[in-house]
């Protein structure tokens, strides 16, 4: 399952199936990106990040591929799991801010 | 042991009384974080904090203040409570500004 993080924000998958979650950032001058995880009732949990000088990162069932050409981020989940079920952000810093902005979000359900 | 908590969990309380929260990290980091969840899941920063800086979202009324008594904590006060500040609010901290934030479980706050 794929989808673009601002434009479709749920995105239904089957449990094993990878999931594909999409996100367009707005600065062109932001030099590291996170991916958060937050689930009913908790506060965004952190997954992976990423700087501006690399565009592949992988983690445990979790890629990150940032595109900085076209300003895009995605977050790759292999074998989905229900436990991934959450909504999903992705978050920029721009070069010299202190603090991230953060997307709207994406919802993932994982179907058993 | 919880890394970022606050207090209450929950928060409710009538239109023009004063309120705060409690934050509270045991990680060590030097900067600490506010930010505002709307009902459509929006994560808005509006303050950070270190021992040397306090850098303040210009939205943010001023009827918000965040008070530091020490670097393991960032309390954020709320005077004249109006409807529009029910949302859940989100404490965070990081060791530096291009490192991933901790966030605490939240404070929903329904303003009658």
């Known amino acids: 399952g794929e989808s673009v993080g601002l434009h479709l924000p749920t995105l239904s998958v089957q449990e094993g199936d990878n999931s594909i979650i999409n996100c367009a950032y707005s600065?062109?001058?932001?030099?590291?990106f996170i991916w958060y995880k937050q689930e009913s009732g908790k506060g965004p949990q952190f997954i992976i990040d990423?700087?501006?000088?690399?565009d592949k990162r992988q983690g445990q069932r979790v890629t990150v591929l940032l595109n900085k050409t076209v300003k895009h981020l995605s977050l790759q989940i292999a074998a989905t799991q229900p436990g991934d079920s959450a909504v999903y952000f992705c978050?920029?810093?721009?070069?010299?801010?202190?603090?991230?902005?953060f997307g709207t979000g994406t919802r993932l359900t994982v179907i058993p | 042991d919880t890394a970022v908590s606050q207090t209450p969990k929950y928060l409710v309380t009538q239109m023009g009384n004063d309120k705060s929260i409690k934050c509270e990290q045991n990680?060590?980091?030097?900067?600490m974080y506010w930010y505002k969840q709307d009902s459509k899941k929006f994560l808005k920063i509006m303050f950070s904090?270190?021992?040397?800086?306090?850098?303040i979202n210009e939205t943010v009324p001023n009827r918000f203040s965040p008070k530091s008594p020490d670097k393991a904590h960032l309390n954020l006060h709320i005077n004249s409570l109006e409807l529009g500040d029910s949302a859940v609010y989100f404490c965070?901290?990081?060791?530096?500004?291009?490192?991933?934030?901790?966030f605490g479980d939240g404070t929903r706050l329904s303003i009658l």
């Open positions: 965070a901290s990081s060791q530096r500004d291009n490192q991933p934030q901790h």
């Open positions: 600065n062109s001058a932001s030099d590291y």
């Open positions: 990423i700087r501006s000088n690399m």
């Open positions: 978050a920029e810093r721009f070069t010299g801010a202190n603090n991230l902005f």
């Open positions: 990680l060590g980091h030097d900067t």
């Open positions: 904090y270190n021992n040397k800086e306090l850098i």
